[in-house]
């Protein structure tokens, strides 16, 4: 069973500061693995998609990587600013027929002015 | 334009009642999904539906039933609500396409979500 998880649970930073998130899986049978963002109250922002066989997704200040061998996923964010206060999920889907995605309990992230 | 909508954002309600939560994709994605997120923020897939074929049913209560009238809906039903049920429910559609070099990529894009209360 694909068991997901996420550390740590809250972090509170300045502005400006560069931070990681880690995500660890059970299983290293993915078929990709997925960030989320998501504000109080609010439905899930997609942030970045990693298939597989790659190591490593970027979106502006945002980088994903993935070690499937390792069942870990780091998502980097840089600067970071106020408006990235939010809840970051992480999900993998799994590589068996079904389209099941497992998430993680999510790291909750303040981002101090 | 909104890509995934539910209705109602909020829905307070006594324990025992018959109630409805509508989501409505307008990406023509061929596969919907409805998930639970309890207190915990922890997210857990309920139902997911494939051109109006149930794919994936995990143990859920048969309180639960999902409805899909048409591609574009994906209807979630629940029958004598309890006070477990109280949570944030998630609808989502996805899509598989061709990605580089041949590989086929998915991305699901999520409704804003549901707040259920029962009381």
């Known amino acids: 069973k694909q068991e997901v998880t996420q550390i740590p649970a809250a972090l509170s930073v300045p502005e400006g500061e560069n931070l990681v998130l880690n995500c660890s899986f059970t299983?290293?049978?993915?078929?990709?693995l997925q960030w989320f963002r998501q504000d109080p109250g609010k439905g899930l922002t997609s942030l970045l998609l990693?298939?597989?066989?790659?190591r490593e997704q970027t979106s502006g200040r945002l980088n994903a990587s993935l070690d499937k061998s390792s069942g870990r996923s780091t998502l980097y964010i840089a600067a970071s600013q106020p408006g990235d206060s939010a809840t970051y999920l992480c999900?993998?889907?799994?590589?068996?027929?079904?389209?099941?995605?497992?998430f993680g309990t999510g790291t909750s992230l303040t981002v101090i002015p | 334009d909104t890509a995934v909508s539910q209705t109602p954002k909020y829905l307070v309600t006594q324990m025992g009642n018959d109630k409805s939560i509508k989501c409505e994709q307008n990406?023509?994605?061929?596969?919907m999904y409805w998930y639970k997120q309890d207190s915990k923020k922890f997210l857990k897939i309920m139902f997911s539906?494939?051109?109006?074929?149930?794919?994936i049913n995990e143990t859920v209560p048969n309180r639960f039933s999902p409805k899909s009238p048409d591609k574009a809906h994906l209807n979630l039903h629940i029958n004598s609500l309890e006070l477990g049920d109280s949570a944030v429910y998630f609808c989502?559609?996805?899509?598989?396409?061709?990605?580089?070099?041949?590989?086929?990529?998915?991305?699901?894009?999520f409704g804003p979500g549901t707040r259920l209360l029962v009381l």
């Open positions: 989502a559609s996805s899509q598989v396409r061709d990605g580089l070099a041949g590989r086929r990529v998915e991305t699901q894009y």
């Open positions: 299983d290293s049978a993915i078929y990709n």
């Open positions: 990406l023509g994605h061929d596969t």
């Open positions: 539906y494939n051109n109006k074929e149930l794919i």
């Open positions: 999900a993998v889907r799994r590589l068996v027929a079904g389209n099941q995605f497992y």
């Open positions: 990693i298939q597989s066989s790659q």
